[in-house]
């Protein structure tokens, strides 16, 4: 089902997307004491880059040119289906979770064949860690989508987030809260945010997505650094729909409410990144596995 | 709210494979025993409420406060605080939780019950914590975590009588809670004596005791 009146939300989401990691970024450095960097700093990062001319080097294929295009690409199309909480999104069908996740996947392949086709040793070990990290969250992403569909009986995510309602919360809650708790582990592995991986890090055997993206340059990068802001709009987005229950019917009101719970997981990852010290990389598949454990106790809920 | 204790003691349970700390384990158990001693006062119905305050406060008390108290200066005079090589990674533990959990769910709907309101999913949980205390015993080195894994179990079996007979007699449910403190004392002392005698508490280098 297509709803053509849902693209100027999109095309919102795609102005906005940034405007998160600018939000985390106040957060942490308000809790840091510091006055830290312009709100739109990311807006200023991207304009500078895409002036830029990309260098490449000679070892590369165009594999490597094509990896942020690919990946931007799949997100962007992956946008189309993401619903801005009980406002339908632009494309829903039954079953289009699937291609949204793979259509991340597909990005999430082509930035590590692009770090790989560098032939860099970082950039092949980044590679590594961010396909094992993103095979443990696999699973952990179809248990939760099992469980919201056993909660809600619909088939696509325009009418599953319609059906999580304040009833829903009250009928079964303790299984949303575990969901709200595995999802937001899930943002955060899957944008490589602090618990997992440290965006700010300079040593790069520590890193896991920036590592990968180092070769980049000028254009490519911007895309990389678009793209990334946009995965992390559509986690949050699903996120945002599943805390903030306002089903009133009303465009103005459930939008507002939204880009609020929007804005409150921004400051929630904000936190965490302030308050939390990276973990070892041994102890991140034991907090994945945890997340899968939590993840199996929802599906059990349900099956009552 | 009773599912929501329910959900919380799986999840300790999960805690509880996939940590390695003895100090963080026992903070666990402690906080499943609390969770336990809810349990009776939210589905307590028609009983004799002082007979349920009893219960509540003595079994919070000792699994909740005295057991973990036990535990922590038996810990502290062994001087383990880390179950260092576990027979069983920490990670592949808790990927036999699931699967654990997934069995006693089957278990549990498999079970011929004559009152069918509440009890499949505590049958379920009190199903899980046996199965984790007893792969806790069978898979750890150090005593300790096998005095925690044996707790784990008890905490299962609790949950099974207190979920199905609300009217067994109090003395019973007492009696086994004092079966359970003495046990614990009991392997207390033990341990005390392994790690005086051995400087470890790894038991399964009992086995090569010379006469």
């Known amino acids: ?304 | 709210m009773l599912d929501m204790i329910f959900v919380l003691l799986i999840l300790t349970g999960f805690v509880f494979l996939g940590s390695g700390r003895l100090q963080f384990g026992i903070r666990t158990l402690a906080v499943q025993g609390i969770l336990l001693g809810l349990i009776p006062l939210l589905e307590g119905g028609s009983a004799w409420w002082g007979r349920i305050s009893a219960l509540v406060i003595l079994s919070i008390g000792i699994k909740g406060f005295a057991l973990p108290y036990f535990l922590t200066r038996a810990m502290r005079k062994s001087n383990v605080l880390h179950e260092d090589n576990p027979f069983l990674g920490f990670t592949p533990s808790m990927l036999v939780g699931i699967l654990c959990l997934g069995g006693s769910f089957w278990l549990a709907s498999r079970l011929p019950f004559l009152d069918s309101s509440q009890p499949q999913m505590a049958v379920a949980v009190s199903l899980f914590n046996v199965f984790v205390g007893l792969f806790v015993i069978i898979s750890r080195r150090k005593a300790l975590t096998q005095v925690l894994g044996y707790l784990v179990l008890e905490n299962g079996v609790y949950i099974f009588g207190v979920a199905f007979t609300v009217n067994v007699p109090l003395l019973v449910e007492l009696g086994v809670l004092l079966d359970v403190f003495v046990a614990v004392f009991v392997m207390g002392i033990m341990i005390f004596h392994i790690s005086k005698s051995f400087d470890h508490i790894d038991t399964d280098q009992l086995s090569s005791l010379v006469g």
């Not at chain 1, 056993?150 to 949303?176: H, M």
């Open chain 1, 1 to 304: 089902m297509i709803n053509l009146y849902a693209l100027p939300l999109v095309f919102l989401s795609l102005a906005a997307a940034p405007m998160l990691l600018g939000v985390i970024n106040r957060v942490k450095a308000i809790s840091a004491g510091r006055k830290g960097q312009p709100l739109l700093q990311v807006y200023f990062d991207l304009l500078k880059l895409l002036r830029k001319a990309a260098v490449y080097s000679r070892t590369t294929t165009w594999i490597f040119r094509a990896g942020p295009v690919i990946s931007l690409a799949g997100l962007g199309a992956a946008l189309l289906m993401v619903p801005w909480g009980g406002i339908p999104a632009t494309v829903s069908f039954a079953g289009d979770f699937i291609l949204l996740f793979y259509l991340l996947g597909i990005g999430r392949f082509f930035v590590i064949v692009a770090a790989l086709d560098t032939g860099s040793s970082f950039e092949g070990m980044g590679a590594s860690r961010e396909a094992f990290f993103s095979a443990l969250t696999e699973p952990i992403l179809f248990a939760v989508l099992i469980t919201l569909v056993r909660l809600t009986d619909e088939l696509s995510l325009t009418d599953l987030f319609y059906q999580v309602t304040p009833i829903l919360w009250t009928s079964s809650g303790a299984a949303l809260i575990l969901l709200v708790v595995i999802l937001l582990i899930l943002l955060l592995t899957e944008n490589s945010r602090i618990p997992v991986d440290d965006p700010t890090t300079h040593l790069e055997l520590t890193m896991i997505h920036e590592v990968m993206v180092l070769d980049h340059s000028g254009p490519d990068f911007a895309f990389v650094l678009y793209g990334s802001a946009l995965k992390l709009w559509i986690f949050s987005a699903l996120l945002a729909g599943l805390i903030i229950p306002v089903r009133s019917g009303s465009v103005l009101t459930d939008g507002l409410a939204f880009l609020s719970g929007m804005l409150a997981i921004s400051v929630i990852v904000g936190i965490v990144e302030s308050t939390m010290a990276r973990l070892r990389l041994l102890f991140v598949p034991r907090m994945l596995v945890g997340a899968t454990a939590i993840a199996a106790v929802c599906i059990y809920l349900t099956l009552k």
